[in-house]
Each structure stands twice: as C-alpha cells, then as structure tokens.
C-alpha cells in the first residue's frame, strides 16, 4: 500500500522542478545571465538527459557566452532527440555561418527546407549564405521563393537587388531597392545599397544623399569613406576632409581613408567648391529642403545627371 506514496514522491517534484529549472533558465538568458541559465540546465539535463528543448536553449545560451563549439555540440545534441526540430537546424545553421562554413551551413537550411519548406527564415539565410559564396543567382532564387510567398518582405528585395548588383544588373537592382524603400522608408541596409549603386555610376551627388540619410540611422566608417570619395567627385575638399576623418576615427586602420585624406588635402591647395547644406540634386523627397532654400540651385543639372 506504501508503492504510490513513494512513485508519486519520486517522480512528481522532479517534473515540477524540471518546469522550474526550464523556466529558470529561460528567464535568466532574458536577462544576459549566461552563467545562471547554464546552472539551470544543469539541473535540467540531471532530470532528463534526453530532452532536446534543453539542449536546444543551451545552444542558444552558449553562442550568446561565445562558446561556439559548445553551442555546436549542443544544437547536434538536440538533433540526435529530435532530428525534425526546425529551431535545431536554424540554430546549427547560425553556429555554423558564426564558425565560417558556408557550405555546411547550406547544408543545414536545406535540412529545414525539406522539413518545413515555406520556411522563410530558412530560404532568407540560405540566400544570404550563397551570396557570401559568390552564388549570386543561387542567393536570387531563394529570395524570389520568399517573395512569392511575401511580397511585401523588404529584406528580401533589399537582398535581391544587393545580388543583382553583383551580378551588374543595375536596372534589376534599383527597382528591389526601391521596393524595400517604398516598403520600409527607414530600411538602412537599402539606403546602403543605393550608396553602393550610385557609387558605381559615379552620380556623386545622389551617393552624399543617400549617405547621409544612412549615417543618421547608423554609423559605419566604410559609409563615411564612400562620402568622402564623392565630395572629391563633386571637388569638395572641406567635406570630403570632414568624411576621411570621421572614418578615421571610427577605423583608424582604414588605409583607403587615409589615402582619400591626403587627396582632399591636395585638392584643398587649389580648389574647394562648397556647395553648403543639400539634400536633393534632383531627387527632392518629402523630407529634403525643398528648391527655395537650395543653396546651389543654379547647378543642380550640373552636378547631378
């Protein structure tokens, strides 16, 4: 008569702190507690050794504490549980794009794509994954596959025009990037394509446009540099002195930037043609100052095709 007292004494508290633990755990990796999310999951594979959401937040709380090789080991782990856990291999496929191994990382949102195959977080990574190998109609095809299923995705038009361009269709890259513009008006990655696109067909004036509405979303000395090189297009010394040294400051170890800064030292011993405060050649926009205010006005045509 004593047998169900003892099972239920046994076995019911350790489900009850099995939750706990769990809960724990995923409370503290909330918060950045790496360390006290481990000891809880600790506690957790002690209980059950064979549960694979364990294993799968573990991986997570280890990639965040930068232990690459055991978030690998873990995500695998809760593989070898669970073999159709789509969480696990999006979780292998990020340790492994964090480890550099592209090509395992395909491997991986392949795996999700059989499982789950209107995946669009598996299609997004896996072009993104190709691109960085050069695969750059590889990367296009996984993007039109998570436009015909949202059209209105602006990260994936975003992406798809930075493929086109690689692959130099600058027409076809304009009209994804003007999408993911006209879809999210603030999208920074786009207006960084643009900077890009317009660099390439040296429209000077557009790239300091468009590089100024992405610096105020966020810095990058790459994006300060590219400004610099167009004020020297445009034979603005003073500001392309202003942008080198910018991107000197947030990279001191850009030899590009260093280099762009000597030229518009040189330039500025003999012409520096300060335009003042614009926003617009050509492309004036809700928010630029609009043409009475332009400051050169009278060669917008000439700087700006």
Known sequence: MTILPEVG???LPSVD????????A???????????????????RRLKPEYDAAWLLRGHVLRRSGDRDGALDSFAQ???INSDSQEGWLGLAAILHDLGRPRDEIDAYDRVLKIHPKSLEAWLDKGAAL???????????????????RPEHAGAWNNKGAALLRLGDESGAIRCIDEALHLDPDFYDAMANRV????????????????????RRR????????KGLSHLGLSESTLALKAFERALVLDPAMKPARAGLRKANTLRQTTDFYRGVYECFGTHLAEDPGCAECEIRARCRAVSP
């Not at 995923?26 to 957790?44: I, K, P, Y």
């Open 17 to 24: 702190r099995l939750e706990a633990a769990m809960h724990a």
């Open 9 to 11: 004494g046994r076995f």
């Open 78 to 80: 809760a593989l070898k």
């Open 131 to 149: 691109h960085d190998l050069q695969d750059y109609r590889g990367a296009v095809t996984c993007y039109d596959r998570v436009l015909t299923m």
């Open 219 to 226: 810095e990058a000395p790459w994006l300060w540099y590219v």
């Open 26 to 44: 995923r409370r503290a990796f909330e918060h950045g507690d790496t360390d006290a999310a481990l000891q809880q999951l600790d506690v957790v």
């Open 196 to 215: 890009l696109l317009f660099q390439r067909q040296r429209r000077h004036g557009e790239v300091v446009l468009w590089a100024d509405r992405a610096l």
